[in-house]
């Protein structure tokens, strides 16, 4: 039987592992034939996140020049260095007629710059291009067979064969090894979302609980009426964008610039909230010009290495928290010094010298930044960044509803305001940050809601698109500390906060703006839970624990399964995003490759034929000469199980 691959999950994930085993195929598994098999319900490459089937007007997040697929010298991996295009640089290669598109594809294309933030739509066909050129890429002797279905379990023993099963298809795919690249999954409900579904369908209310927006139900949200929306991040943005635009809305330019948002009528009125409330922190509008920050300097391999070999365990705020909050620090101040010098009171090397010497987060250490870096907007202050309202309250909503304007008004001046470049330098900064905590885990998951928070909000038009819905009256804020109550009397979901005490708002929608948790025990994933019931653990944060090596999936008694590896965001070695920034060393990046390397490894052993008696085995070369070929494989392989 030929050996076989399945990879559950044809996303960018997905493709990203196969343009890996592609640059690693010759060298590592050789001309030996090998069935590659891709699972996903959705198209290859996009998946279900980037898929043309969604609203037009929903936008990625990251401009067109920080967006690639493709491995750089930046990378640090065992396998070759296969360069690639960046969004940005496709778009500028079908516009040479380099590349060929879709005709629909052809005038977003056109209007596509390096600055500019591209649509999803656009985004899913430049991941469809890698997919297919990744695709072709693999050795001849490796076919690979499409089959638009969902995975909904697999088996096997750990030293044999494993059955993948398909849902609607009675016979499993048969597997030498497994990959789960799934993605971002549903979750069942909550107690508490079960409380408020529960409420709600008592009282003939609406209830939205988490989930990815473009797939979400909205048409229960009547026009003119309050909707209560908790979550402040990017599932709220599109939220926004689907109830104003997606209804007919528009938007003109007044006298100063800004946007003026004409209502169709078909609106809701949306009253959000959450915990900070105030919405992510714009991207930054601006390129760094000059020295990056040379991080990692107090947060990176070797400090990671010494957190790990911890005898007494490892607690993240005490042990990793500091060494974190040292690094960003070190950023800022680095740039602020090196860069804009005529607001600090000390030569760099000095303040250098003794910033290094402090511990982190001492007294001692902000005596010394108090005392060089005069103006307190200069200063690096995370817990001020991380509870922006902390003790603010407001006499009354309107007040409310002002401040709040003026508080994304002044982020988008300073996100838009090369003088403050500190804020990039600490951006850069936050990337080597969580490229070292993928070696750690998932010990602080609320960490990474501050990262997306800081680094990974909306673009800046999109905010000054809220401004002007917050001045049409379509959007209201409710401030921070947002609680919903549930009222059995008057049957209506009721919202407060901190911000106003003693004010609430009365609804007859709720709406949870918020991705699902990627937990094993409460996925929606038939796969993951099966996975999880024959006997691989979950971290006590509720992801699937794999081998930070390669991305073998352990067990309960910590022991790696030699078939089965799992990469993604449902999984405690989860990275930034399935691809990144150029030049960053992307952690999705080196995963892949080190899981596509042990594949191949693996898959080369197991296909090696038995020695003779007496006769000792040998590991075939893993040098970087190309193996022979074996004869082209022909296109009727490559099928697809619709």
């Not at 891709?38 to 198209?43: E, G, N």
């Not at 500019?116 to 067979?145: E, K, N, T």
């Not at 990959?179 to 508490?192: C, D, K, M, Q």
């Not at 939220?239 to 997606?246: C, D, N, S, W």
Request: net charge negative; glycine share 10%; with cysteine.
């Amino acid at each position: 039987m030929r050996p076989s691959l399945v990879i559950v999950g044809a996303g960018p994930r997905g493709s990203g592992l196969v343009e890996r085993i592609a640059a690693n195929a010759v060298s590592l598994y050789g001309d030996t034939p090998l069935d590659l098999h891709l699972v996903d319900p959705y198209p290859p490459g996009c998946g279900r996140i980037w898929r043309h089937d969604q609203s037009p007007l929903l936008w990625m997040n990251s401009t067109a020049e920080d967006v690639t697929m493709f491995t750089d010298e930046s990378v640090e991996l065992e396998g070759p260095v296969r360069p690639g295009p960046s969004l940005a640089e496709w778009a500028a290669g079908v516009r040479a007629g380099e590349h060929t598109v879709a005709p629909h594809v052809a005038a977003a294309v056109e209007a596509l710059g390096p600055r500019d933030f591209a649509g999803r739509r656009l985004q899913g066909d430049y991941l469809g291009w890698v997919h297919d050129r990744s695709v072709a890429s693999l050795p001849p002797g490796i076919a690979v067979h499409e089959h638009r279905r969902t995975a909904v379990g697999v088996s096997g023993p750990r030293d044999g064969r494993q059955q993948v099963w398909l849902e609607g298809r009675a016979e499993p795919l048969v597997a030498d090894a497994v990959v789960l690249a799934l993605g971002h999954l549903e979750s069942a409900p909550s107690s508490e979302q079960e409380a408020l579904a529960d409420f709600a369908t008592r009282h003939q209310l609406t209830y939205l609980p988490p989930a990815f927006t473009a797939d979400s139900d909205l048409s229960a949200l009547r026009p003119g009426e309050p909707v209560l929306v908790r979550g402040f991040g990017l599932a709220f943005v599109d939220l926004m964008v689907l109830l104003t635009e997606g209804r007919g809305g528009t938007y003109t330019t007044g006298p100063d610039g800004e946007p003026v948002y004409r209502p169709s009528g078909r609106e809701p009125v949306l009253h959000v909230g959450s915990r900070r409330g105030v919405p992510y922190h714009s991207k930054i509008g601006y390129e760094l010009h000059g020295e990056r920050p040379p991080v990692p300097r107090f947060f990176g391999p070797a400090q990671v290495d010494a957190l790990l070999e911890r005898q007494e365990g490892l607690d993240f705020r005490r042990d990793v928290l500091p060494l974190i909050d040292k690094e960003l620090g070190f950023a800022h101040y680095h740039r602020l010094f090196t860069v804009h010098p005529g607001r600090t009171r000390m030569a760099w090397p000095d303040f250098e010298e003794k910033y290094a010497a402090e511990e982190p987060g001492s007294a001692a250490l902000g005596a010394l930044v108090e005392a060089s870096v005069p103006d307190p907007a200069d200063r690096l202050d995370l817990a001020a960044l991380d509870h922006p309202l902390a003790g603010v309250t407001y006499p009354d909503g309107e007040a409310l509803q002002e401040g709040l304007r003026g508080y994304i008004e002044a982020d988008l001046d300073r996100r838009h305001d090369p003088e403050h470049s500190p804020d990039l330098a600490v951006f850069l900064a936050l990337l080597s940050v969580y490229g070292q905590l993928v070696r750690i885990g998932d010990r602080g998951p609320w960490w990474h809601g501050f990262f997306s928070y800081l680094a990974s909000g909306p673009p800046g038009p999109r905010l000054r698109q809220l401004l002007a819905l917050s001045r049409a009256g379509v959007v209201r804020f409710l401030g921070p500390d947002t609680t919903v109550t549930t009222d059995e009397r008057r049957g209506v979901f009721r919202a407060g906060s901190s911000g106003v005490p003693g004010e609430t708002v009365e609804a007859a929608a709720l709406v949870e703006a918020r991705l699902p948790e990627p937990t094993v025990e409460h996925t929606g994933d038939a796969l993951l839970r099966g996975l999880h019931a024959d006997g691989a653990v979950s971290t006590p944060g509720g992801l699937l624990a794999v081998d930070a090596a390669d991305g073998r999936v352990l067990d309960r008694a910590g022991r790696p399964h030699p078939r089965r590896f799992a990469l993604g965001p449902h999984t405690d070695a989860r990275s930034g995003g399935a691809f990144a920034r150029p030049r960053t060393n992307a952690p999705a990046f080196r995963q892949n490759d080190a899981t596509a390397r042990a594949l191949l490894t693996l898959l080369r052993d197991l296909a090696a034929p038995p020695a003779a008696p007496g006769v000792r085995a040998t590991t075939p070369a893993t040098s970087s000469v190309a193996a022979p070929r074996a004869a082209p494989v022909s296109e009727e392989s490559r099928v697809a199980d619709l």
